[in-house]
């Protein structure tokens, strides 16, 4: 157990609504990074935050994603206007002592109809 | 031509087999690292490594700075090691291989 959790574990909407996830790593964990995982492949990167800092986006980030963590704690992802190809998995990972580690979450999976 | 490049993709084996899986990498990195994906999504690292060999149980990782690759070796391999192993490289943000399905039939 990374004491990463993800909230929700499974999602289904309807093409065109809104969705909104949400990450909480452990209190050590000052980095926090969400990826996407579509079928078959390996994550992407999709954006990163230092304490409550968004550090770096990807241009996988497109303007219907935004990322906020506004305690530095946990962390939401929204989606708005859902479209088919955001059915993915969604990954949460929190960074803490060590520079380059990360602890993945269980992940949200998101199935858009 | 991806930044992370595994092989095999598929691999299966019988139990107690030795089995190697490939990472090749054309980017800097300043650490790598070995991911086990079971079925529902849930990830869990393995390894991360910048040098060396790292030893865990029936697994092994070794990586060459030099030739951007390495490898995770599972010896006396077993059915609960059926899973997909991903290979990540980076510093803060990572770059993730496509994955390795293995199979590990009794």
């Known amino acids: 157990d990374t004491g990463v959790s993800q909230d929700p574990r499974h999602k289904i909407t309807k093409r065109g609504q809104n969705v909104t996830f949400r990450c909480d790593p452990i209190s050590e964990h000052n980095r926090l990074y969400w990826y996407r995982q579509t079928l078959g492949q390996g994550p992407e990167f999709l954006t990163y935050f230092q304490n409550e800092a968004q550090l770096e986006k990807s241009r996988l980030l497109s303007d219907r994603f935004s990322a906020e963590r506004p305690k530095g704690s946990f962390s939401t992802l929204e989606i708005q206007r859902t479209e088919q190809g955001d059915s993915a998995m969604y990954l949460c990972a929190g960074g803490g002592r060590g520079v380059y580690e990360q602890y993945f979450g269980p992940g949200t999976r998101l199935t858009v109809t | 031509k991806n930044e992370v490049e595994q092989s095999p993709q598929n691999l299966t084996a019988q139990e107690g087999e030795f089995i190697t899986i490939n990472c090749s990498y054309s980017v800097g990195i300043s650490a790598l690292h070995w991911l086990q994906q079971h079925p529902g999504g849930g990830i869990v690292s393995l390894f991360m490594l910048s040098s060396g060999k790292k030893k865990h149980g029936r697994l092994i990782a070794t990586i060459n700075i030099q030739e951007k690759h390495s490898s995770l070796h599972i010896t006396a391999s077993h059915p609960r090691d059926s899973a997909v192993y991903i290979c990540?490289?980076?510093?803060?943000?990572?770059?993730f291989g496509e994955g390795t399905q293995l199979t590990v039939n009794p």
């Open positions: 990540a490289v980076g510093g803060s943000r990572l770059t």
